[in-house]
Protein backbone atom coordinates (compact mmCIF):
# COMPACT_ATOMS: atom_id res chain seq x y z
CA UNK A 1 0.00 0.00 0.00
CA UNK A 2 1.42 3.61 -0.94
CA UNK A 3 1.94 6.19 2.11
CA UNK A 4 2.79 9.64 2.09
CA UNK A 5 3.04 10.92 5.40
CA UNK A 6 3.88 14.46 6.14
CA UNK A 7 5.37 16.03 9.69
CA UNK A 8 6.84 19.22 10.71
CA UNK A 9 4.00 21.66 10.39
CA UNK A 10 3.35 24.33 13.00
CA UNK A 11 2.35 28.20 13.74
CA UNK A 12 4.98 30.52 13.21
CA UNK A 13 5.59 34.56 12.86
CA UNK A 14 6.32 36.05 9.76
CA UNK A 15 9.71 35.40 8.12
CA UNK A 16 9.86 32.28 10.87
CA UNK A 17 10.71 29.30 8.69
CA UNK A 18 10.09 25.24 9.10
CA UNK A 19 10.92 22.08 7.32
CA UNK A 20 8.47 19.66 6.32
CA UNK A 21 9.23 16.05 5.45
CA UNK A 22 7.36 13.48 3.90
CA UNK A 23 8.04 9.69 4.50
CA UNK A 24 6.91 7.75 1.85
CA UNK A 25 6.23 3.73 1.95
CA UNK A 26 4.66 1.14 -0.06
CA UNK A 27 6.55 2.03 -3.75
CA UNK A 28 10.13 2.23 -4.71
CA UNK A 29 10.52 6.15 -3.49
CA UNK A 30 13.19 6.65 -5.71
CA UNK A 31 12.20 6.02 -8.71
CA UNK A 32 9.38 8.82 -8.72
CA UNK A 33 8.84 12.34 -9.38
CA UNK A 34 7.87 13.75 -6.33
CA UNK A 35 5.66 17.28 -5.48
CA UNK A 36 4.63 19.90 -2.91
CA UNK A 37 1.21 21.08 -3.18
CA UNK A 38 -1.03 23.18 -0.85
CA UNK A 39 -4.23 24.49 0.36
CA UNK A 40 -5.01 27.80 1.80
CA UNK A 41 -8.39 27.85 3.71
CA UNK A 42 -11.24 28.56 1.33
CA UNK A 43 -9.03 27.71 -1.65
CA UNK A 44 -8.19 25.36 -4.47
CA UNK A 45 -5.36 23.08 -4.57
CA UNK A 46 -2.08 24.86 -5.41
CA UNK A 47 1.05 23.36 -6.74
CA UNK A 48 4.08 24.46 -4.76
CA UNK A 49 7.75 23.05 -5.84
CA UNK A 50 8.78 19.15 -7.50
CA UNK A 51 12.01 17.10 -7.70
CA UNK A 52 12.71 14.61 -9.95
CA UNK A 53 13.72 11.68 -8.95
CA UNK A 54 18.01 11.72 -8.53
CA UNK A 55 17.24 15.37 -7.56
CA UNK A 56 18.80 16.76 -10.88
CA UNK A 57 16.05 18.93 -10.98
CA UNK A 58 13.67 21.35 -9.00
CA UNK A 59 10.53 23.17 -9.83
CA UNK A 60 9.03 26.11 -7.84
CA UNK A 61 6.07 28.39 -7.84
CA UNK A 62 7.41 31.79 -8.46
CA UNK A 63 5.45 33.41 -4.98
CA UNK A 64 8.09 30.84 -3.07
CA UNK A 65 11.31 30.65 -5.96
CA UNK A 66 14.42 31.85 -3.01
CA UNK A 67 12.32 31.29 -0.17
CA UNK A 68 11.11 27.47 -0.22
CA UNK A 69 13.76 24.23 -1.14
CA UNK A 70 12.41 21.32 -1.71
CA UNK A 71 15.08 17.87 -1.55
CA UNK A 72 15.01 14.40 -1.10
CA UNK A 73 17.01 11.53 0.45
CA UNK A 74 16.04 8.65 -1.36
CA UNK A 75 18.10 6.26 1.06
CA UNK A 76 15.62 7.14 3.48
CA UNK A 77 12.42 7.62 1.33
CA UNK A 78 11.79 10.98 2.89
CA UNK A 79 10.75 13.98 0.74
CA UNK A 80 11.29 17.45 2.14
CA UNK A 81 10.32 21.18 1.73
CA UNK A 82 12.22 24.05 3.61
CA UNK A 83 10.26 26.99 4.12
CA UNK A 84 11.99 30.49 5.24
CA UNK A 85 11.24 33.87 5.10
CA UNK A 86 7.16 32.75 5.46
CA UNK A 87 4.67 35.15 5.27
CA UNK A 88 1.02 35.32 6.02
CA UNK A 89 0.05 33.88 2.54
CA UNK A 90 1.89 30.68 3.24
CA UNK A 91 -0.61 29.89 5.67
CA UNK A 92 -1.66 26.40 3.77
CA UNK A 93 -2.42 22.79 4.76
CA UNK A 94 0.93 21.34 2.94
CA UNK A 95 0.57 17.92 0.91
CA UNK A 96 3.28 15.67 -0.44
CA UNK A 97 1.98 13.89 -3.58
CA UNK A 98 3.53 11.11 -6.08
CA UNK A 99 4.50 12.71 -9.74
CA UNK A 100 5.78 15.10 -11.68
CA UNK A 101 4.48 19.11 -11.46
CA UNK A 102 3.50 17.94 -15.22
CA UNK A 103 0.23 16.38 -14.08
CA UNK A 104 0.32 17.53 -10.28
CA UNK A 105 -3.35 17.71 -9.77
CA UNK A 106 -3.76 14.25 -11.23
CA UNK A 107 -1.69 12.89 -8.45
CA UNK A 108 -2.42 9.24 -7.82
CA UNK A 109 -1.16 9.31 -3.93
CA UNK A 110 -1.40 12.13 -1.72
CA UNK A 111 -0.87 12.27 1.60
CA UNK A 112 -3.16 13.55 4.76
CA UNK A 113 -1.35 16.80 4.96
CA UNK A 114 0.20 19.06 7.34
CA UNK A 115 -0.58 22.63 8.62
CA UNK A 116 1.40 25.67 8.10
CA UNK A 117 0.04 28.86 9.73
CA UNK A 118 1.87 32.50 9.54
CA UNK A 119 0.54 34.56 12.16
CA UNK A 120 1.63 36.88 14.33
Known amino acids: EVQLVESGGGTVQPGGSLRLSCAASGFTFGSYHMTWVRQAPGKGLEWVSS????????YYLDSVKGRFTISRDNAKNTLYLQLNSLKTEDTAMYHC?????????????RGQGTLVTISS
Open 51 to 58: ITPASADT
Open 97 to 109: TRGSRVNWDAADA
